[in-house]
């Protein structure tokens, strides 16, 4: 995750980059990106994407939805299943009954309002999904929110990444 972190002029000094967290603690940068690595190994490019661009949706993190938007029109997904994933439960044609699965349970996990993951959300990502491949997935749910955290708390900003930069 490499980019140019500098706001442009017009940006509001409200709105301004706070930190940059990864030069101050390189060896949790290197971590992450560790983690990163290895919780999409295995896993479809395009879900991935998906998963990533719904949690960043849910966090409000504009650095990481201009990267995986990004990402995934470089992996393929289209235009169009992009923007409906915001309203993905009124646009479930879209997408297969696996890729919904796994929205929903991205949303569960990412937003935990109940404190829990819901026994529905659960039994269907894991009637879609075989025991590794739901491991897998729940770990790139994971990490794209603790990715969000960094991004939404430091105000990275958006709009410099390029696909394949990382």
């Known amino acids: 995750m490499t980019s140019d972190h500098t706001a442009p002029a017009e ?30 190994r295995g896993m479809d490019p395009k879900l991935l994407e998906l998963v ?7 966090n409000h993190c504009a650095f990481c939805l201009d990267m995986h ?22 646009s ?13 349970l991205t949303e569960a996990v990412t937003v935990l309002t109940d404190g829990f993951v819901p026994d529905e959300v659960y039994a269907k990502a894991a009637a879609q999904f075989e025991e590794a491949e ?6 790139a749910i994971t990490v794209i929110n603790a990715w969000n955290r ?8 958006p709009g410099h990444y390029q696909a394949g930069q990382r």
């Open 69 to 90: 938007t990004k990402d995934a029109l470089a992996a393929g997904e289209s235009v169009e299943r992009i923007i409906q994933l915001s309203a993905w439960e009124e």
């Open 11 to 40: 940006y509001a000094p409200e709105r301004a980059p706070r930190l940059n967290w990864a030069e101050h603690v390189p060896d949790v940068y290197k971590a992450m990106v560790r983690l990163d690595a290895a919780a999409r």
């Open 150 to 157: 960094f991004g939404v708390t430091c105000r990275m900003t």
């Open 92 to 104: 479930a044609h879209f997408y297969t009954e696996k890729e919904l699965a796994a929205i929903a």
């Open 134 to 139: 739901l491991a897998q997935l729940l770990a």
């Open 52 to 58: 990533k661009i719904r949690a960043s949706q849910l």
